[in-house]
């Protein structure tokens, strides 16, 4: 006999990496701000795909939350490759996904798009996301403001969204801010999870990097700011999973 459902919705974060060890000791690692920002409704178990945990099958979720990482999804690991048809397979059973930076790549791959480094470097910092056109019907953002201020690090890309997606947010910087593919798969280059607090303390950590790289790590430091349109994805994906379990 089968375990009987749980009354809560179920919903897994993938976890794909680990944050950088000083942030982890002082603001705990991804899957806590993830756990912070989605709805105490749900029934969150993390699994942490990168060290070898097995997810089940998807539809033994009633939604998915994939998180960011320090990996590259362009090097193919076994692990991300498995995670990746794992999440093809979750959007042809039209299970809830939400990828995030890293999951947003993933999710893309996954699904026929192409993943690399963006040829202009890394884009990190409070930046502003625009919406496309196609966001004003999208469940998740036909809410939100126009434009909006984000949480974002990162060095890969998406460089071509695949087939049948479609572009919902784009920055000044970055084409790919935000897609849907079908009725209930998204991926988000910003990171909707960070706090303010959690973006200085990466800037702190990337500073010599930054100089290197002929950014300006002070000058990114004194821009960041809250972002809360961008952090209310995370409630809006949790009510999309509710309402679709209620």
């Known amino acids: 006999m089968?375990?009987?459902?749980?009354?809560?919705?179920?919903?897994?974060?993938?976890?794909t990496g680990t944050t950088y060890p000083t942030i982890r000791e002082q603001a705990g690692d991804f899957e806590d701000w993830f756990v912070r920002g989605?709805?105490?409704?749900?029934s969150l178990t993390v699994v942490n795909v990168e060290q070898g945990e097995n997810p089940g099958q998807p539809s033994d979720w009633d939604g998915i939350v994939v998180t960011g990482s320090p990996a590259m999804v362009s090097e193919r690991a076994a692990w991300s490759e498995a995670t990746a048809a794992w999440l093809a397979l979750a959007v042809d059973e039209s299970v809830p996904v939400f990828g995030v930076c890293y999951g947003h790549q993933l999710l893309a791959h996954a699904l026929g798009g192409q993943v690399g480094y963006h040829p202009d470097g890394r884009e990190?910092?409070?930046?502003?996301?625009?919406?496309?056109?196609?966001?004003?019907?999208?469940?998740?953002?036909?809410?939100?403001?126009?434009?909006?201020?984000a949480q974002l690090t990162h060095k890969q890309s998406v460089l071509r969204l695949p087939e049948g997606a479609v572009l919902l947010g784009?920055?000044?910087?970055?084409?790919?801010?935000?897609?849907?593919?079908?009725?209930?798969a998204w991926g988000v280059q910003f990171h909707p999870e960070f706090s303010d607090a959690v973006m200085t303390a990466y800037l702190r950590v990337q500073a010599p990097e930054l100089t290197d790289e002929n950014l300006d790590p002070e000058a990114l430091l004194a821009a960041v700011e809250p972002a809360p349109a961008a952090s209310s994805l995370l409630q809006r994906f949790s009510e999309l999973v509710l309402n679709r379990r209620g």
């Open 2 to 15: 089968s375990e009987p459902r749980s009354p809560q919705p179920r919903v897994v974060i993938l976890k």
């Open 38 to 42: 989605l709805s105490s409704a749900l």
């Open 124 to 149: 990190t910092g409070t930046r502003t996301v625009t919406l496309r056109p196609d966001a004003k019907a999208d469940p998740l953002f036909r809410e939100l403001p126009a434009s909006f201020p």
């Open 170 to 184: 784009h920055s000044d910087f970055e084409p790919h801010q935000a897609f849907r593919f079908g009725d209930c």
